[in-house]
């Protein structure tokens, strides 16, 4: 039979950081200071199985508004997304596709989550459920199992087993799920001899309305085959997922070259630029120089150029004087300085005509390395929108693609849905059974190698040095060498009733009967307190705490088994998935749950 394996749970809130922690298959310990969130994470995982209660408002939670649960089935991944006080579930499927479903069983659609997780178990319906001794009668749910291996702090100590109910009405209810889940006895064809002809006229409107339901979905399955031959397609989904992410990762190829090749053109533009700066700058000096020359050049005669200027400037000390106080050897040397200003000044005009040629040599280099980079460029662009273009196509295929295979899976729903339909015509249609009702003891025989199973791991927990298991077919409950489980203090009591649960457990999965595979209890040690001589004689305080983590260590391997403790149940030389919680955060232990 199928199993469950609790794997994460994360809870999540608008702009809060997420919350998780991770569980594995065998044993899992939770363990630390109160108030650090460990009831909390218990609530969360009851509540993604469809729980009426969320998970208490505390002072660390708020803001936060949805849990996910991770879970695996037959290795294949599974989520439950639920938000806070929605009576609707979202859930993920290993094949990538979600479906909303309603939390409230309903055993006549497959739309809500009880029947989910139902048939993830491999259970076959309908499952009926004896309620009363009127015999009537209900079907089988996901809850029914949950509260037999999902224990709350509360339950763990209570006086009542949780295999049976405080509630009277509920008593008959309990003891046919449990023989069910033992025997796989349900209440099938029992029926009331007076009500014949009521069950009768409501099996005939039954089996009309189902007809009725066969028929629509029969419609409807015909149109998603027309549907699908529209549709149909000669490439393959795989294939062209494979084909897009291809062009995804060659397109951002391309993009990462069109930035770079535009951080290149930037930077040519700026040395164009630079240089066509400096080219100006020696063109303005180059003309300034060329009139300067041109002003030499005109002077023909120095000395008539002399005669016409009042005053000067000497060229050597650089004082204001009269050209007509100057001496002839004076005279002389001022016009020699002239002359070599002329040829200097050719000079310069010279060097700045072979600077301006390289500077210009340079920018039309430049400009040619930019009109490269801009067919570059160009050549990037058209190769993107042709692989843009390419994508689109291939989105478009791929949203064909998608279609199909909901088409498909939609298709193969239908199928399932008129097949079940039509197995639940057949059963209707089967003569009714009379059983009269009588009030007869229950048969203990079922229980008895349940019972068996439970006496050696209580033997193995050490909980008392001779140990002999009854059990009550009416009270669900058990009493140990006579003494009822009611009557021990609630630290046994919490011990017995986890024993009890984690038992039906280990049974189911030796009898191949249906069970999710998993028990988590809140609670299962706190409360017990006592002092024991181990094999070498010394007093020890935790005893049966280790007996009990070593032997689930040995037996449960294959089951899961989550304890939420406020003991400190780390143990050295035994290797479990054990998280430690502590409000002061010390080495190795986490704060709390919710990220601080």
């Keep these: 039979m199928n199993r469950i394996l609790i794997e994460e749970l994360w809870v999540q809130g608008d702009g809060k950081q997420d919350a998780t922690i991770s569980f594995e298959q065998g044993l899992n310990v939770v363990s630390g200071d109160s108030d650090t969130g460990k009831t909390y994470i218990f609530e969360c995982i009851d509540y993604a199985f469809g729980g009426s209660r969320k998970p208490k408002e505390i002072e660390e939670a708020k803001g936060y508004s949805r849990l996910i649960l991770h879970f695996l089935v037959n290795g294949e991944r599974y989520s439950i997304n639920r938000t806070f006080d929605k009576n609707s579930v979202l859930v993920s499927l290993p094949n990538n596709l979600t479906k909303k479903l309603e939390v409230k069983h309903n055993a006549k659609n497959d739309d809500n989550l ?17 309620q009363n001794q009127r015999n009537t009668s209900r079907t089988l749910t996901f809850r029914d199992y949950l509260h037999l291996s999902i224990i709350s702090e509360t339950d763990v100590i209570a006086n009542y087993s949780v295999f049976q109910t405080e509630q009277y009405t509920k008593k008959t209810e309990r003891i046919s799920i449990l023989e069910y889940i033992l025997a796989g006895l349900d209440a ?31 419609v409807e399955l015909t149109r998603l085959n027309k549907e699908l031959i529209e549709y149909s397609s000669s490439n393959n989904l795989s294939d062209l997922n494979s084909r897009y992410d291809m062009l995804r990762n060659n397109l951002l190829t391309k993009l990462a070259t069109l930035k770079k090749l535009y951080g ?32 030499i050049i005109n002077i023909n005669n120095y000395e008539f150029l002399i005669e016409q200027i009042p005053t000067l400037d000497c060229p050597f000390c650089g004082q204001a004087m009269k050209v007509s106080d100057l001496k002839d050897e ?10 070599k200003d002329k040829a200097q000044k050719e000079k310069d005009i010279a060097e700045l005509d072979a600077a301006y040629s390289i500077v210009e040599k340079r920018v039309q280099s430049i400009e040619q390395e930019l009109l490269k980079h801009i067919n570059l460029i160009d050549g990037a662009e058209n190769e993107i929108k042709l692989i843009n273009k390419e994508i689109s196509i291939t989105e478009s295929t791929l949203a064909v693609l998608r279609r199909i295979e909901e088409l498909r899976t939609e298709q193969s729903l239908l199928e399932k849905d008129i097949l079940g339909l039509e197995r639940k015509r057949t059963i209707e249609k089967e003569p009714i059974k009379t059983i009269k009702i009588k009030n007869e003891p229950k048969n203990a025989a079922i229980y008895t190698e349940y019972c068996e199973l439970l006496t050696n791991m209580l033997k193995a927990w050490q ?5 002999e298991i009854q059990f009550s077919p009416e009270e669900l409950d058990i009493s140990i060498n006579t003494k009822k489980r009611v009557g021990f203090g609630k630290g046994y009591r919490a011990v017995i ?40 004689g010394e007093w020890v305080e935790d005893k049966v705490e280790r007996a009990m983590i070593a032997e689930i260590l040995q037996c449960d391997n294959n089951n899961q088994v989550i304890f939420f403790e406020n003991k400190d149940l780390k143990f050295s030389g035994m290797k479990y998935n054990y998280i430690g919680f502590s409000q002061k955060g010390e080495m190795g232990q986490r704060k709390g749950f919710f990220p601080v």
Aim: hydrophobic fraction near 45%; aromatic fraction near 6%; proline fraction near 2%.
């Design 188 to 218: 099938a064809g029992l029926v009331e001899e007076e009500k014949r002809e009521l069950i009768t006229a409501k099996r005939d409107a039954i089996v009309g309305f189902i007809d009725k339901i066969i028929n629509e979905k029969s």
């Design 497 to 536: 009733m986890t024993a009890m649960s984690i038992a039906l457990m280990r049974y189911c999965y030796k009898k191949n009967k249906i069970h999710p595979g998993f028990v988590v209890v809140d609670s299962p040690l706190v409360s017990y307190k006592l002092r024991a001589q181990d094999k070498t």
């Design 463 to 467: 909980i008392a040095d001779r140990i």
């Design 330 to 339: 004076e005279r002389r040397l001022l016009c020699e300085k002239l002359a």
């Design 114 to 130: 009880s029947m989910f997780l139902l048939n993830l178990l491999g259970i076959k319906h309908p499952i009926l459920i004896r």
């Design 264 to 295: 290149t053109k930037r930077e040519i533009e700026a040395k164009v630029l630079e240089e066509h700066i400096n080219s100006e700058k020696l063109l303005v000096l180059l003309n300034k120089y060329k009139a300067e020359l041109s002003q």
